[in-house]
C-alpha cells in the first residue's frame, strides 16, 4: 500500500527589520527602485499589481492618497482592494511623483507610476525581479519582489493577529493561503502560552 504523501508547508522568507533598513538605505540613490521597494514592503502588493499601478491610483486632487485601491484590472483574479497608506510611504510618494517630473516622465493619471528609466515605459515584472536580484547580489541576501510581500504580511499579523485583515489586505480568497503568516517564534509562543494559562488559574 503506497504511503501518502503530505504536502509541507514552506514558510515564507521575510525581511527583518535590519535587512530591510539595509536594502533600502542600499538603494538610496536609486529612487524608482527604492520607491518600489518600500512601496510592497508597506501594501504587500504582487509584483505585476506594483508594476500596474498609476499615477491616478496614488494621486487624487493633487494630494497622495491615504487609501490606495488595487484596481480589479490589475489584481490577481479581478478583484480589487483597498489598502491604508502610511505616513512614510505617503511622503516618499510625495518625492517620487516631483522626481519622476524631473526626469521628463509623463505626469497623466493613466501613466505608469514605475518606468524603465531608459525608455521611460512601464515597468515589467522581470524588470523587477531583476532589480531585486541586483540589490540582493549586492547586499549577499537573495530576496526576490514576493519575498516583500511576504515580510508585509508577516509584519501586518504579528502586530494585529487577525488574520482575515492580512487576507483582505494581501488580496487571497480564503484563508488557507493566508494561514503561512502564522509562524510564530519560540518565544512569541511561549509568551503567548504564558498569558493564556495564568490568565485561566487565575479565575
Not at 508577516?154 to 487571497?172: F, K, P
Request: overall charge positive; some cysteine; proline content about 3%.
Amino acid at each position: 500500500m503506497a504511503k501518502s504523501k503530505r504536502r509541507k508547508i514552506q514558510q515564507p522568507r521575510v525581511l527583518d527589520e535590519l535587512q530591510q533598513r539595509i536594502l533600502l538605505e542600499a538603494l538610496n540613490n536609486r529612487e524608482r527602485d527604492r520607491m518600489l521597494v518600500l512601496f510592497c514592503l508597506r501594501t504587500g502588493l504582487r509584483n505585476a499589481e506594483a508594476c500596474g499601478m498609476n499615477i491616478g491610483d496614488v494621486l487624487k486632487f493633487g494630494n497622495i492618497v491615504t487609501t490606495l485601491e488595487v484596481r480589479a484590472e490589475i489584481a490577481k483574479n479581478k478583484v480589487s482592494r483597498r489598502i491604508p497608506l502610511v505616513n512614510d510611504v505617503r511622503d516618499a510618494l510625495h518625492d517620487f511623483l516631483t522626481w519622476k517630473t524631473e526626469q521628463g516622465e509623463k505626469d497623466e493619471l493613466d501613466s505608469p507610476l514605475f518606468c524603465t528609466l531608459r525608455t521611460k515605459n512601464r515597468l515589467a515584472p522581470r524588470d523587477f525581479q531583476r532589480i531585486m536580484e541586483a540589490a540582493s547580489t549586492m547586499l549577499g541576501l537573495r530576496f526576490t519582489p514576493h519575498d516583500l510581500r511576504h515580510t508585509f504580511g508577516t509584519e501586518l499579523y504579528r502586530a494585529t493577529h487577525d488574520l482575515e485583515s492580512v487576507r483582505i489586505a494581501l488580496g487571497h480568497t480564503s484563508l488557507h493561503a493566508t494561514q503561512i503568516y502564522m509562524h510564530t517564534s519560540p518565544d512569541i509562543l511561549r509568551q503567548r502560552f504564558e498569558t493564556a494559562f495564568s490568565r485561566q488559574t487565575q479565575d
